[in-house]
């Protein structure tokens, strides 16, 4: 085994396994909020990117504190936040509930927080998740939910915002809000390093060096 090739050993291995368990990365620069107001009785939620994907990457052989388990071996992304745009007074007693109506078969979705906060959050499956509830309590602050997925390719989710009473149901006299998020499950960057450094080692040993 030559210098180059224990490189490429070592690194894959590194990679692979006996990591330390750490909380899962923030997946996503600048973050992006989907901005809730409450104008009159209509709500509103803008996204300024529009249709742009955001990535969900994978980070292979990680393995991730707690609750943050359920993270490891998927492609992850916590760019997305909600976030109230100026003051919001539903009334009494009432609050902010996000359903998801439409989501892409394999999008999963784990209760996150602040996004410097991860070992604060409680990563409850949310939005359909491992059975979960459709309708998830908006607390009001700013939350960046952690989006997963197992297999690459696009995903989209579809969200209705509504003003809820106590027991979560819809209140009568408020226009609710939608929004679409979109996501992209890519491959991952070191696996695609370490090719590249194997495909470098075969051009190096096709001309003798
Ligand atoms: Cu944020």
């Given at each position: 085994?030559?210098?180059?090739?224990?490189i490429v050993a070592v690194s894959m291995f590194s990679g692979l396994a006996g990591a330390e368990p750490i909380w899962p990365h923030n997946v996503g620069m600048p973050m992006r909020h989907i901005m809730i107001s409450l104008e009159g009785?209509?709500?509103?939620?803008?996204?300024?990117?529009?249709d742009e994907r955001t990535i969900l990457q994978r980070f292979p052989g990680e393995t991730y504190l707690g609750a943050a388990s359920v993270l490891e071996g998927k492609a992850y992304g916590d760019q997305y936040g909600w976030l109230a745009d100026g003051f919001i007074d539903p009334g009494p007693g009432n609050g902010i509930s996000i359903e998801l109506l439409s989501a892409t078969p394999g999008l999963e979705t784990y209760e996150g927080g602040m996004r410097m906060m991860k070992a604060s959050h409680t990563y409850n499956p949310i939005f359909g998740t491992a059975g979960s509830?459709?309708?998830?309590?908006?607390?009001?602050?700013?939350?960046?939910?952690?989006?997963?997925a197992e297999l690459n390719g696009d995903y989209e989710a579809t969200y209705r915002i509504f003003v809820s009473d106590a027991a979560g149901n819809a209140v009568a006299g408020?226009?609710?809000?939608?929004?679409?998020?979109?996501?992209?499950?890519?491959?991952?960057?070191?696996?695609?390093?370490?090719?590249g450094v194997g495909g470098l080692l075969a051009a190096r040993r096709r001309r003798g060096s």
């Open positions: 085994m030559n210098k180059f090739s224990m009785n209509t709500l509103h939620a803008h996204a300024d990117w529009g509830s459709m309708v998830w309590d908006w607390p009001g602050t700013m939350v960046h939910n952690w989006y997963a408020y226009a609710d809000a939608t929004v679409t998020l979109y996501f992209r499950a890519v491959p991952t960057p070191g696996a695609l390093g370490v090719l």
